[in-house]
């Protein structure tokens, strides 16, 4: 039998209490309680199944234990087949010739563009004109010129039909040799428009401007 009393429940009370606050009486070693596990963790360095023999030795400082699996080999590259039609071989390399041609000639420079004056002198100074002009200033019909003629037909036409109705034979005949003599460009047109132009100022009176502008007749 044990010499010691078994404590009671106040001792192993003030057992918990004092090993709950880490202290311990002087010469006194308090035995762990048979209740509390230890928690200590465990960490197993190999598991050895049953009936596996037991290694022969420990392993040295630095050393990878006998039992531990060695990491399996990479696998081999795979292999390119060589291909079904390959390239034919690359020549090789020869002398690089370039080739610079120079054009030395000096481009023509482009005519300039010709002046208004120049552009109406050519369309008004031709064998067409020259020739409608003489031909419709020249009296050859009875003393009278085509040109007079018509402008005694419009003076007359002023005279009894009125300013207005003259104005109007004027322009109509005006317009229409303008757009013969652009529709065929030949020399009768051509006359007929000079006739009409020129022949055109025996409509105007110096007092046309001012009936025209106050209205009043004179």
């Known amino acids: 039998m044990d010499a010691q009393p078994s404590p009671d ?14 202290v311990r009486p002087f010469g006194h070693q ?13 960490t ?3 598991v050895i199944p049953a009936g596996a023999p037991l290694p022969a030795r420990a392993p040295q400082p630095g050393e990878a234990p006998p039992w531990r699996n060695q ?3 990479p696998p081999a590259p795979p292999t390119i087949p060589p291909p079904r039609h390959p390239w034919p071989p690359t020549p090789a390399p020869g ?15 482009p005519d300039p563009e010709p002046s208004l004056w120049a552009r109406l002198w050519d369309a008004v100074v031709t064998w067409r004109m020259i020739g409608a002009l003489l031909l419709a200033l020249t009296p050859w019909a009875g003393g009278h010129s085509p040109v007079s003629a018509w402008a ?3 003076h007359q036409a002023r ?9 109007v034979i004027a322009g109509v005949a005006l317009a229409a040799a303008f757009a013969l003599d652009r529709r065929t460009g030949r020399f009768l047109p051509r006359l007929l428009l000079v006739t009409a132009l020129i022949g055109s100022l ?5 007092y046309d401007p001012i009936l025209l502008l106050t209205g009043v007749r004179p």
């Open 30 to 42: 308090d035995p762990p309680m048979p209740h509390e596990p230890d928690r200590r963790p465990v």
């Open 71 to 73: 990491p399996p080999a």
């Open 202 to 206: 025996g409509v105007f009176a110096w």
């Open 95 to 109: 002398p690089l010739e370039v080739r610079v041609t120079l054009d030395l000639a000096v481009p023509p420079e």
């Open 9 to 22: 429940g106040d001792e192993l009370r003030a057992r918990a209490y004092l090993r709950a606050l880490r």
């Open 44 to 46: 197993p360095t190999r």
């Open 152 to 154: 005694a037909t419009l």
């Open 159 to 167: 005279a009894e039909a009125g300013v207005a109705a003259a104005y």
